[in-house]
């Protein structure tokens, strides 16, 4: 079954719009199967392959890019896959004498083995291509100068034997141009095809590992850059390019390539890192990474601005003052030249700056495009060094004879706008492709023409936003005595949003605030059958979600010390989130228990509904309005003044709101006698048991997909042994003790009339231990806080007969002062006393005391005398004494006893 052009934009639609709106996307790989060009076939179509890839590919890329910059979350934790590239990057890379990184491609082994032959197919997209530049002599001309260009820098070599054995099975790659006439440096680009698939359906990027994303995102890079008073820009002279690929890996590198078509066709390996494959944005900023972690001890300033404020190839960063920005340039012109990389194009809000940069190196425009994609069919974002202000350049629109939802949503995936300045404006454009999502329309049908009319006019309007210009930097304040981060939510029916201020206050009370950035959303369609509509009130707390989120990527991106106060206008909102999570809902409680961690350091408050910003991000606004709207530039009036103007705090009962509306959880007492665990009864003995139950959790954890990489085999190990263990003594206390888990988890202690009261008892990993006093002793922690054993439990006699047998059927005092060392068995003397006289061997080998008859006495003890007439001497010593002061020697001296034998 072969998915048609419609199907496939209504399917990409459907996740990009619930991605917006923050429902959960399906995990269907959409785009993969658009690149197949099949569903459920065996062998993708190269005919659809073609026609999809020229309708769709730019539309797909606005459409990614614009969903994902509305997104204000980005995942920390890197997959198996993503650690198996990061250390291959770390055992393989090298550089040479030059000092140039020479890298590898991070190849999946068992993918890279299953390509097949790819020359064909790279010959004829090579004769496709050489058809198209013999009709174009100008362009012809450029692409041949490129390719003499790569020729001549040694970036790539001619192989004219290809009977040579290489590692892996060659991979030839198509090649096409992409033209850039508003570029100043280059006006065609080469790019390679490394997603063409060979005869058995796999290209060498199915073969290669992505990577991880290693570098800050664009806003947060923007975030950060608005704080420098001094700025500047470069980028880096064909990064990519000025890495080296290893030689092994060369092969997977092929072009076919001739100046003309009567001469043959001639084969190239790339040498560098190549625009096209997908491991190669990784391997570019990772040895950006690797060169900052090199520099730090030479160059430290300049490593740390390698490390942070690069996105892709852009730098952009800034400095205190003029003489701490000389510094930096110098040692990144040094650090970045030391491993090949050229930083050009560079431009400063400050002319002294510049003034120590080669002029060859500069860039003279007036206004510079800060997105790394632009194009003149995009509303960029600009920077005016001279005024040091962003301004916006508005898309060049198509005249089309008829609105279809297609062309609205491609022009609505134009508008670029990271930081969310144009927050409001782009909320009107998504709701607009929201509602045309709501009416089912197929992509290609022409819209009602008061529908037509009111997207022309909104497109007619943007051209106002040419005249809006917002200042960079937010810190306009010499030594300000501090700084505040001011966010605010709020949420409509259709949207909802979040937006962030910083306030500066001087030392002569002078205050500026400044918008900061601001994310929105569209809420949830609705009114379907697998989605109801949400209420306003859990919008409200969605919107208090995504302000906590864009509050998060704001405080990791300045990294400065401030306060912080977050403003909603929802009362109900703010009561959820003063009380315990567990008290609401599930919806509520999960929100509530996220915003309250990553909203712990600020304070939370009420602004009334009229002076929140927030909400005109919620509702949106017409560019001619929000050009002239000083609350969403500035915040509310009050903000600008002492904080004794400012709201007064609103302090909430739950008998404010109506009982349906609270969302609170209804609690329902449960009773229950916890049945004995049956595993106790698997094995007869500790040890057994114990072994039994390691064996367990081992295989718990080798069948978890991501301990897939650590795998435990072979014998059982200590740690396993000791984990096992303390499973054990867990589960019995909890069948026996949890009356007392559950009060040293509530109170912090156990009840009065608890019989573990004496032991003063911890909790430890979820396992109770005695307190005691001996927390300054040296010994071991298993000595001062042994773990508790119920009594007249199983495993308590499994315990106590394990150390009888262990100590060689020692009596019940040996055994006791044993186990306490590590547990400490209730009534244990007891128990004790039960094994030892229930152990048969011992009841077997007990010992019988045999009583000595005495001998008789002698006649001088039974006969009667006078006293000492019969005696008898004991002679003891030798013995040391001083007989005067303490500095005499000692004298030896024996004792002499006497005894009488009288009776």
Same mark, same amino acid.
């Given at each position: ?389 962003f301004g916006f350049h508005v898309p060049k629109w198509k005249d089309h004879s008829h609105i279809t939802k297609r062309i609205v949503a491609s022009d609505t995936a134009s508008l670029f706008d990271p930081p969310g300045f ?96 601001s994310k929105s959303k569209l809420a949830p369609l609705g009114n379907t059958r697998k989605q109801k509509k949400i209420c306003l009130a859990r919008l409200e707390l969605s919107s208090a979600l995504l302000l906590s989120h ?156 991501r301990m897939q990489q650590e795998r435990k085999t072979g014998f059982l190990r200590i740690i396993e042994f000791n984990e096992a263990r303390n499973v054990l003594v867990r589960l019995a206390q909890q069948e026996t003790l ?114 000595? &008859?005495? $001998?008789? %006495?002698?006649?001088?003890? =039974?006969?009667?005398?006078? /006293?000492?007439? @019969?005696?008898? #001497?004991? &002679?003891? $010593?030798? %013995?040391?004494?001083?007989? =005067?002061?303490?500095?005499? /020697?000692?004298? @030896?001296?024996? #004792?002499?006893?006497?005894?009488? %034998?009288?009776?």
């Amino acid at each position: 079954m072969i998915i048609g052009v419609d199907s496939y934009y209504d399917l990409l639609l459907e996740g990009l719009i619930r991605l917006g709106s923050g429902q959960p996307v399906l995990q269907n790989t959409l785009l993969g199967w658009v690149v197949s060009g099949r569903v459920g076939t065996s062998r993708p179509d190269p005919k659809i392959v073609s026609i999809v890839h020229v309708c769709t590919q730019d539309f797909d890329e606005k459409l990614s890019r614009f969903w994902e910059l509305e997104s204000c979350q980005s995942s920390s934790t890197m997959s198996v896959e993503e650690s198996i590239c990061e250390d291959n990057f770390a055992a393989t890379t090298t550089r040479d004498a030059s000092g140039r990184f020479i890298v590898e491609l991070p190849v999946k082994p068992s993918v890279v083995s299953m390509l097949g032959n790819s020359y064909e197919i790279a010959k004829r997209r090579f004769l496709s291509v050489e058809r198209r530049l013999q009709a174009n002599p100008q362009l012809k001309s450029a692409y041949s100068a490129f390719i003499e260009e790569y020729l001549l820098l040694g970036h790539m070599e001619e192989i004219t034997d290809i009977t040579v054995p290489t590692q892996y099975t060659p991979y030839y790659l198509p090649h096409h141009c992409i033209q850039r006439p508003d570029s100043l440096t280059t006006k065609l680009r080469v790019v390679f095809d490394a997603s063409c698939v060979t005869d058995t359906g796999i290209s060498l990027n199915d073969a290669l590992m992505v990577g991880p994303v290693i570098q800050d995102d664009l806003v947060s890079i923007i975030l950060r850059w608005r704080i420098h008073q001094f700025v500047f820009i470069a980028d880096v002279e064909k990064m990519f390019r000025q890495i080296l690929m290893h030689p092994s890996f060369r092969c997977l590198l092929r072009i076919l390539w001739r100046d003309d078509p009567s001469q043959p066709i001639r084969i190239f390996e790339l040498a560098t890192v190549t625009y096209g494959t997908s491991s190669a944005p990784y391997l570019a900023t990772r040895c950006l990474q690797e060169l900052s972690k090199v520099g730090l001890q030479s160059h430290p300033d300049a490593a740390e601005v390698v490390g942070k404020d690069f996105y892709m190839d852009d730098l952009l960063t800034g400095c205190r003052d003029v003489e701490s920005g000389r510094i930096l340039v110098n040692q990144l012109l040094q650090l970045m030249c030391s491993a090949g990389f050229q930083l050009r194009k560079w431009s400063s809000n400050s002319s002294e700056l510049l003034a120590h940069i080669p002029e060859s190196l500069r860039d003279e425009r007036n206004v510079l495009g800060l997105d790394p994609g632009a194009s003149i069919k995009t509303l960029g974002l600009r920077w005016e060094p001279a005024s040091d202000v962003f301004g916006f350049h508005v898309p060049k629109w198509k005249d089309h004879s008829h609105i279809t939802k297609r062309i609205v949503a491609s022009d609505t995936a134009s508008l670029f706008d990271p930081p969310g300045f144009l927050g409001p404006v782009i909320v009107v454009a998504k709701m607009f492709v929201q509602d045309l999502w709501r009416s089912n329309r197929s992509w290609d049908e022409p819209l009602e023409n008061e529908i037509q009319q009111g997207w022309l006019q909104f497109r007619s309007q943007l051209v106002i936003v040419e005249t809006i210009t917002v200042p960079r930097w937010v810190i306009p304040i010499v030594d300000p005595t501090h700084i505040e981060l001011h966010g605010f939510c709020d949420a409509s029916e259709r949207a909802y949003g979040a937006c962030i201020y910083l306030r500066v206050v001087s030392t002569s009370g002078d205050t500026s605030v400044k918008l900061l950035t601001s994310k929105s959303k569209l809420a949830p369609l609705g009114n379907t059958r697998k989605q109801k509509k949400i209420c306003l009130a859990r919008l409200e707390l969605s919107s208090a979600l995504l302000l906590s989120h864009l509050y998060q990527k704001v405080q990791k991106a300045l990294n400065l010390s401030m306060k912080c106060f977050f403003w909603t206008d929802s009362t109900i909102v703010l009561h959820w989130i003063s009380a315990a999570p567990s008290r609401w809902k599930t919806f509520v409680a999960n929100r509530v228990s996220e915003i309250q961690h990553l909203t712990a350091d600020g304070l939370w408050a009420h602004v009334p509904g009229s002076e929140n910003p927030a909400d005109i991000i919620s509702r949106g606004m017409l560019p001619a309005e929000l050009k002239c709207c000083t609350v969403w530039w500035n915040g509310p009036p009050w903000l600008s003044q002492p904080n004794r103007f400012w709201p007064p705090l609103v302090r909430l009962t739950s008998g404010d709101f109506p009982t349906d509306e609270l969302e609170e959880r209804s609690i329902t007492l449960v009773i229950q006698t916890r049945e004995p665990d049956p595993i106790f009864d698997l094995r007869s003995s500790y040890v057994k048991l114990v072994s039994l139950v390691a064996h367990l959790l081992r295989f718990v954890h080798n069948c978890k997909q991501r301990m897939q990489q650590e795998r435990k085999t072979g014998f059982l190990r200590i740690i396993e042994f000791n984990e096992a263990r303390n499973v054990l003594v867990r589960l019995a206390q909890q069948e026996t003790l949890a009356d007392d888990i559950h009060a040293i988890t509530t109170n912090g202690e156990v009840n009065r009339n608890s019989k573990l009261k004496t032991l003063t008892p911890i909790l430890e990993n979820g396992t109770l231990k005695v307190g005691g006093r001996l927390h300054n002793a040296l010994i071991s922690e298993n000595r001062k806080h042994p773990m508790i054993l119920p009594a007249n439990h199983r495993f308590t006699e499994m315990v106590v007969t394990h150390y009888h047998l262990k100590l060689l059927h020692a009596g019940s005092q040996l055994m006791i002062a044993s186990l306490r060392e590590q547990f400490w068995p209730l009534r244990v003397r007891n128990l004790a006393r039960k094994v030892v006289q229930g152990c048969i061997k011992c009841y077997r080998c007990k010992p019988t005391i045999q009583e000595q &008859l005495m $001998g008789d %006495l002698p006649s001088e003890r =039974v006969t009667p005398t006078y /006293p000492f007439l @019969k005696t008898v #001497v004991d &002679l003891c $010593g030798p %013995l040391f004494y001083r007989h =005067v002061g303490r500095k005499t /020697p000692p004298v @030896k001296c024996f #004792v002499a006893i006497f005894v009488c %034998l009288r009776i």
